[in-house]
């Protein structure tokens, strides 16, 4: 009986071995099936596609806010998110221009504020990092001692792509005809 009970307590033994080693090799398979899927996943071209758009939404949306929003009473401020937010000509044109800009705006004494409504991607270029984005503006106009009028704009802007991030690179209305196309 002694033997019949060893003989048991082996081939038990043994089972448990076979069955633990399988359950590891099953474990070590799925790791790596799943392991391999993830990796594929986080270097997907179309997922760094999704990303640099949404990327170039974000900031181009706040850009353009900031293009739109200034407060006359400091006007260096908002001059200093211009050049933050723009590169290539249309930075060399705001910094060049900054005195005379500065001037003008508060000789003008309004303060406005801007908020993006709604805003769309383009076009985007991934490659050659650069975006278009199209964005609908409503920014409240306050004349110093006047009432706030709110207006309504549709925005264009070039987007590039530089060191530091996404910037503006052009900004002007959306040309007649565009919208809506």
């Not at 633990?20 to 398979?29: D, G, K, M, Q, Y």
């Not at 290539?88 to 900054?98: F, P, S």
């Not at 705006?105 to 303060?111: E, G, H, P, R, S």
Request: glycine share 6%.
């Amino acid at each position: 009986m002694d033997t019949q009970r060893e003989t048991d307590r082996h081939r038990l033994r043994r089972n448990l071995v076979l069955v633990s080693a399988t359950l590891a090799a099953a474990a070590a398979v799925c790791a790596a099936i799943f392991g391999w899927s993830w990796w594929s996943a986080a270097h997907d071209e179309s997922l760094q596609f999704a990303r640099d758009r949404d990327d170039v939404l974000r900031i181009g949306q706040q850009d353009i806010v900031n293009f739109n929003t200034l407060n006359y009473k400091n006007v260096d401020a908002g001059l200093n998110q211009w050049l933050d937010s723009s590169t290539g000509q249309l930075h060399d044109e705001i910094a060049q221009g900054k005195d005379d800009s500065k001037k003008r705006i508060q000789d003008a004494k309004t303060t406005t504020t801007a908020k993006v409504v709604d805003a769309a991607v383009t076009q985007l270029d991934d490659r050659a990092g650069t975006a278009t984005l199209i964005a609908l503006v409503d920014t409240v106009v306050t004349p110093e001692g006047g009432q706030a009028v709110t207006k309504r704009n549709e925005f264009q802007a070039a987007m590039t792509r530089t060191p530091s991030g996404w910037k503006i690179s052009a900004l002007g209305p959306v040309p007649v005809g565009s919208a809506g196309s």
